[in-house]
Each structure stands twice: as structure tokens, then as C-alpha cells.
């Protein structure tokens, strides 16, 4: 055998031993250096911020509270007696009672059910008219990303609260169900354009990628390029600010139902209950403080969760 031979013959050997020098032992060299997607980085980074699991344990607290209010209290919280009147801890009731003598604590977990629906259901029409908006003004650019782009400017320059306290003026004394839906539809039609301007830098820079390229030369129409490819990689960052948009919807619904514009009764709502609590702050504080913490924890949760989750994503913090 030449050394020629000899030398092939000794690589070949160590390449199938591999760098634990065991027989049949994997090159793990290969392995090492396998490059880990986006997505697979910022689950890392999440499962080691303390922050991530803070807000999502607080968000997941307050979600089974509006799903199953039935879990934290056995207390009605309609079951309201004068004779009870800003009474102290008894029972289920750790909290004591409000001036009409109701659960208070019972009713800050209620009242859980109508703001987390509130907000869930504002992000989400919001979620679909940003997608909508920005796909169109990011992908065709030209005349509509002009036209969509000035639609985008004029509603951000309305101010949220003044435009929901004048439109939901007009609602009157309805019933609650009509009332729910008239504020989650304002806060919808006012609160998009955020996410439109995110969705539609992200449909930019999208549409310039070589797969959308090879897609088009392919023959694949508009539709079929905005759903199946450019769509999959925008949602990322829409998803991150519209978690944090749900939680000034929270606090917007509460602030409108403080105002006696948003919620009424018999609908239960944390503003509402704040509203009271301040008016009778002088007899009893705690009606006051139960609400205000779970509605300032809430909307810190869904706050911090987004702000963590934008981190994550974010290429330029790594």
C-alpha cells in the first residue's frame, strides 16, 4: 500500500470513528455549527427572561378568572345587601364590601370576563384591518400605498378617547349586549393604524426577498404570493403590537366605562367599579384599590408580555 493510500485510509477511519474517537460515534462537528432559525433564538431568549414568564403567568391568571370566575370566588357578585354596607372581610368576601354591600373582590373577578372581551375582540378587528391595510399599501405600493398611507395619517391624528366618548354618545341607553359591541367596534376603526404602518414595513422589506422572486417568476399571482409567503413572515410583528395594543384597549374600555360612556350596568366593568369606589373613597378605600390593581395589573401583564416578545424578535438587540 503507498502512503497516499495509507493516509486515505486513516481519514477515512477517524472521520468514521468522529471526534469522540468511538467507532460509529456522529460527527458532531457539523452539528455544532447548524445555524437555528429566528423563531428557535427568540424562544431562547423568552425562556430566560423572567419577564416573559412574569406577564405570561399574570395573563393566563386573568384569562381563567373571565373564562371559569368560578374557580376564584363562590361569592354572586349581584347579590347585594344594603345591611352589608362597606363591611369589613367576612366569608368570601376577603375584600369586604362596596355601598351597595357587594362582594368587592367578587366583582373585580366578574368584571375580569367583560374587559379581557373587550379588549381580545378590539385587537382582533384591529388585527384584521392593519393586515388588510398594510398588505395592500406594502405590496402594490405605488398610487394605493399613497391613498392608504394618508387614510393611515388622518386616523392617527384623531385622538381615541375624544372620538369614543363623541361616538358613543350616540349609542344611548342600550342594552348591554348592543353597548359591548359599539365600544369594541370603535376602539377597532380607531386603534389600526399602529399596526397597518408595521404591517406594511414588513410587507416591504418581505416583497424584496429572493422567495417571493423565484414565487413570481413561477407564475404565481398577487393573491397567492401576499397569502401563502409575504403574509407567514408580517405577522410576527403585528402580533407583538397588537399584544400590547390590548392592553391600552383594557384600559380604554375602563376609562370610558369610569366616564359613563363606555359600560353599564348591569354589565360589570372595573371601571364602573372604580367610579364608585372614588365617590365613596371617604367611607371605605378598598372598593377603590381592588378594581385599580387588577386592571393596572392586567394591562401591565399584556404591556410587558408584548414589550418581551418584540425583544426577542428583535435582530438588532442579538
Known amino acids: 500500500m503507498s502512503d497516499f493510500e495509507t493516509v486515505a485510509a486513516t481519514e477515512n477511519q477517524a472521520a468514521r470513528r468522529g471526534p469522540s474517537g ?4 456522529p460527527n458532531q462537528i457539523g452539528a455544532a455549527h447548524k445555524p437555528r432559525s429566528l423563531a428557535g433564538d427568540a424562544w431562547r431568549d423568552l425562556r430566560r427572561s423572567p419577564i416573559f414568564w412574569i406577564s405570561l403567568a399574570l395573563v393566563v391568571i386573568f384569562t381563567l378568572m373571565a373564562v371559569i370566575p368560578g374557580v376564584f370566588t363562590t361569592n354572586d357578585p349581584s347579590d347585594c345587601l344594603l345591611s352589608r354596607q362597606h363591611a369589613g372581610p367576612s366569608g368570601g368576601a376577603i375584600f369586604g364590601y362596596d355601598f351597595q354591600g357587594c362582594d368587592t373582590y367578587s366583582r373585580a373577578v366578574y368584571g375580569t370576563r367583560a374587559s379581557l372581551l373587550v379588549g381580545a375582540l378590539s385587537a382582533l378587528g384591529t388585527g384584521v384591518i392593519a393586515l388588510v391595510v398594510g398588505m395592500l399599501a406594502g405590496y402594490f405600493g405605488r398610487w394605493i400605498d399613497a391613498v392608504l398611507s394618508r387614510v393611515i395619517d388622518v386616523v392617527l391624528g384623531i385622538p381615541l378617547l375624544l372620538a ?3 361616538l358613543l354618545k350616540r349609542v344611548g341607553s342600550a342594552s348591554p349586549t348592543v353597548r359591548i359591541t359599539a365600544v369594541i367596534f370603535v376602539l377597532a376603526i380607531l386603534g389600526w393604524t399602529t399596526a397597518a404602518r408595521v404591517v406594511r414595513s414588513s410587507v416591504i422589506t418581505a416583497k424584496e426577498q429572493d422567495y417571493v422572486a423565484a414565487a413570481r417568476m413561477l407564475g404565481a399571482g398577487h393573491g397567492r404570493i401576499m397569502w401563502r409567503h409575504i403574509l407567514p413572515n408580517s405577522l410576527a410583528p403585528a ?6 395594543a390590548l392592553g391600552s384597549f383594557i384600559a380604554a374600555e375602563a376609562t370610558l366605562s369610569f366616564l359613563g360612556i363606555g359600560l353599564k350596568a348591569p354589565t360589570i366593568s372595573w371601571g ?3 367610579d364608585t369606589g372614588r365617590i365613596h373613597m371617604r367611607e371605605s378605600a378598598t372598593p377603590l384599590i381592588v378594581p385599580s390593581t387588577f386592571l393596572a395589573l392586567t394591562v401591565l401583564a399584556f404591556i410587558m408580555l408584548g414589550d418581551a416578545i418584540r425583544d426577542a424578535f428583535d435582530p438588532k438587540l442579538r
Do not use: C, K, S, Y
Not at 22 to 25: H, L, Q, R
Not at 239 to 244: A, S, W
Open 239 to 244: 402580533i407583538v403590537v397588537l399584544t400590547i
Open 164 to 166: 369614543a366618548i363623541v
Open 272 to 274: 364602573q367599579d372604580i
Open 22 to 25: 468511538e467507532p460509529g460515534a
